[in-house]
C-alpha cells in the first residue's frame, strides 16, 4: 500500500489485498482479501468490496455499494452440514479504467463494469455493461451513454458528444467509439 493512499476508521483491509496510490478507502468500508484496486480510486464510506474484486485505476464506488462474490449463497451444504471456504467457488466483479459505481448499488457476480461506466445509486448489477454505458434500476438496464467525464452524451452531427470535454463518439454495433479527430 502506497504512503498516499488513506484508509478511514473503521475500514477492513484483509490480507493480500492490494491498493494503488492516490486512493482513499471510506470509513467502516470492507476489502476482501486478495482484492485488487489501482491507482487513484475513490471508495465512499461503508462499501462492501469481496474477493476477487479488480478496480483498475481510477475507479469510484459510491457510499455502502456492494460487489458480491457468490453465485450460490448458503450458510449450509444439502446435507445440512456448514459450509467451508472450500465449498464454494469465489467469483469476482471487474471495474475497468474511470468507471463509477452509484450509491447503495449492488453487482452481482461474476461481471465486468466497461471502462468510464456509470451505474446509478440503487441499481442491481446482474449482467455485464459496456463502456461508456449508464445503466440503472432493479436489475439494471443501459438507458444511455456517458463521457469520460461522467455527462450523459448528447446527439451531435451524427454522432454522440460529450458536453463538457467536446469529446465525440460514435455508436457502432452497440459500442461507442470515440472519434479519431484529423
Given at each position: 500500500?502506497?504512503d ?10 484483509r ?13 467502516q ?14 471508495i465512499?464510506?461503508q ?19 456492494v ?12 446435507d445440512?452440514?456448514?459450509?467451508t ?30 471502462e ?56 457502432i ?8 479527430e484529423?
Amino acid at each position: 500500500m502506497a504512503d498516499s493512499t488513506t484508509i478511514w476508521a473503521g475500514t477492513m483491509v484483509r490480507e493480500q489485498a492490494v491498493v494503488g496510490a492516490h486512493t482513499s478507502i471510506g470509513r467502516q468500508s470492507y476489502v476482501g482479501p486478495g482484492v485488487v484496486i489501482g491507482d487513484d480510486c475513490r471508495i465512499q464510506n461503508q462499501a462492501l468490496i469481496f474477493e476477487p474484486a479488480v478496480l483498475e485505476d481510477g475507479v469510484f464506488v459510491g457510499p455502502a455499494a456492494v460487489l458480491t462474490n457468490d453465485r450460490f449463497p448458503r450458510a449450509i451444504n444439502p446435507d445440512g452440514s456448514r459450509k467451508t471456504v472450500d465449498d464454494w467457488e469465489a467469483v469476482g466483479v471487474t471495474i475497468r479504467h474511470g468507471a463509477s459505481i452509484g450509491a447503495r448499488a449492488v453487482c452481482i457476480a461474476p461481471l465486468e463494469i466497461g471502462e468510464w461506466a456509470t451505474v446509478a445509486a440503487g441499481a442491481v448489477v446482474t449482467r455485464d455493461v459496456p463502456a461508456h454505458a449508464i445503466v440503472v434500476g432493479v436489475p439494471a438496464r443501459q438507458i444511455g451513454w456517458v463521457g469520460r467525464s461522467g455527462r450523459l452524451l448528447i446527439d451531435d452531427d451524427g454522432g454522440l458528444r460529450d458536453p463538457a470535454t467536446g469529446d465525440r463518439y460514435d455508436e457502432i454495433d452497440g459500442r461507442l467509439v470515440l472519434r479519431s479527430e484529423p
